[in-house]
């Protein structure tokens, strides 16, 4: 990473694999409460400002963080898909939008604590490829798509990409999920079915660990909800 965040530091090689474990664990307890919720589940919404308030306006400040605007969810033209799921007693808060940019097909999945970004269209052979050009082209998203992706401070789009097992990668893998200090400082994915997924964290550095997933949503708009 190009400059280390005072929350994070550098570990010893033991932690460093300790690390990588945990964010596995927690990134795929994340995917799975993303995939428990299939599209038919969400409520769809024509204007934005329907959603939560507070949801709403922690959706707008992240994005505007991790996205470059062209690429942002909540760019004016043309208008993404919006739609909401309320928490149930196996599900969490969720928003999801649907939209093109940069010609590529993208699905983004927040909950209060990540985003998860779906990008079909990402050079096929290139991912279906050796590890080299697998790496290539997720650089080639990450740079159309994210901020700070040319290399802005604190990013971990400056960090060395990192083909982990089967079709996992990391950025920035050494940096503590818990103790993330800046936006994008540490970013998990994988290549599935010829797409790629990019799982970001909503971590601010006031704050050690992540909140209630499904008290994302405020109390009137889900009583107004049958929740």
């Known amino acids: 990473m190009g400059a280390k965040s005072s929350g994070t530091g550098s570990a010893s090689p033991g932690r460093s694999a300790a690390l990588r474990r ?36 922690d959706s707008w400040s992240w994005c505007d963080l991790l996205f470059r605007p062209e690429a942002s969810p909540h760019r004016e033209a043309p208008a993404p898909r919006h739609g909401f799921h309320v928490a149930t007693a196996t599900t969490i808060d969720l928003l999801r939008h649907e939209y093109e940019a940069c010609g590529l097909d ?30 290539a082209a997720i650089r080639d998203v990450t740079q159309a798509l994210f901020a700070g992706a040319g290399g802005g401070p604190g ?12 079709d996992a990668f990391e950025l920035n ?43 994302w949503f405020d109390d009137d708009f889900r009583r107004a909800r049958g929740r």
């Open 106 to 135: 993208l699905v983004v999945t927040e909950g209060r604590n990540f985003v998860l970004v779906e990008v079909t269209g990402a050079s096929p052979e290139a991912l279906a490829g050796g590890a080299r050009h697998r790496a």
């Open 22 to 57: 945990e964010a596995r664990v927690r990134a795929a307890r994340w995917l799975a409460a993303a995939r428990r919720v299939p599209r038919e589940d969400y409520t769809w919404v024509r204007d934005f400002e329907e959603v939560s308030g507070p949801a709403r306006a």
């Open 173 to 215: 893998a050494g940096a503590d999920p818990l103790l993330l200090g800046r936006c994008a400082e540490r970013v998990d994915g994988r290549i599935c079915d010829g797409a790629l997924q990019f799982l970001l964290y909503k971590k601010s550095p006031q704050r050690v660990g992540y909140l209630d997933a499904c008290q």
């Open 155 to 166: 990013a971990a789009w400056a960090a060395p990409l990192r083909l982990a097992a089967g």
